[in-house]
């Protein structure tokens, strides 16, 4: 429509340590995002929350109060270098409004669950190209993501590595 103003869109990304993410939110920023657009780039990474083993009564335990601070504070500094990552990255690109945000819990819960919480127009993850056995055991955050999310859900695949160029 001739005139009209661009919507503000909102478009969570999906970023972790992998290379995968990376890819996924280079990508969005070169295919998605528009220059000077009023889009809101929406990055979330998801913490796992302490891990809870189970005793040989069933009761289960949980580690001493400073192995658990230990753990935290590790979780932390990888959260924080994950989105000063990408944060540089999104300013590489384009100077886009970001949105950091670190929720804690599994991949697949925290991204259904951020999505439909703040109302986001798409979805942008990246894809570890498990095969089918891999995928089996270990359950694909982007297979599920996309059956369960209610608006659209980009699944962005990192292209086999080429012979490197001279």
Not at 131 to 136: P, V
Request: hydrophobic fraction near 35%; glycine fraction near 6%; charged fraction near 25%.
């Amino acid at each position: 429509m001739a005139g009209s103003e661009a919507k503000e869109r909102k478009v969570l990304v999906a970023v972790d340590e992998g290379e995968e993410s990376s890819y996924a939110l280079s990508w969005c920023l070169k295919n998605i995002v528009a220059e000077n657009s009023k889009d809101t780039l929406i990055l979330l990474y998801s913490k796992q929350p302490p891990p809870l083993y189970p005793a040989m009564d069933g009761t289960g335990y949980l580690f001493s109060t400073d192995v658990i601070a230990s753990m935290e504070k590790y979780g932390n500094e990888v959260a924080e270098s994950v989105m000063e990552k990408a944060k540089k990255l999104c300013k590489e690109v384009y100077d886009v409004k970001v949105e950091p945000r670190v929720e804690c819990g599994d991949p697949r819960d925290v991204i259904c669950k951020t999505a439909e919480k703040l109302g986001v127009d798409m979805v942008v993850m990246g894809s570890h190209g498990y095969g089918m056995i891999k995928r089996a055991f270990l359950g694909s955050v982007s297979n599920h993501c996309a059956q369960n999310v209610k608006c659209p859900v980009l699944i962005v695949k990192r292209p086999k590595s080429a012979a490197p160029s001279t």
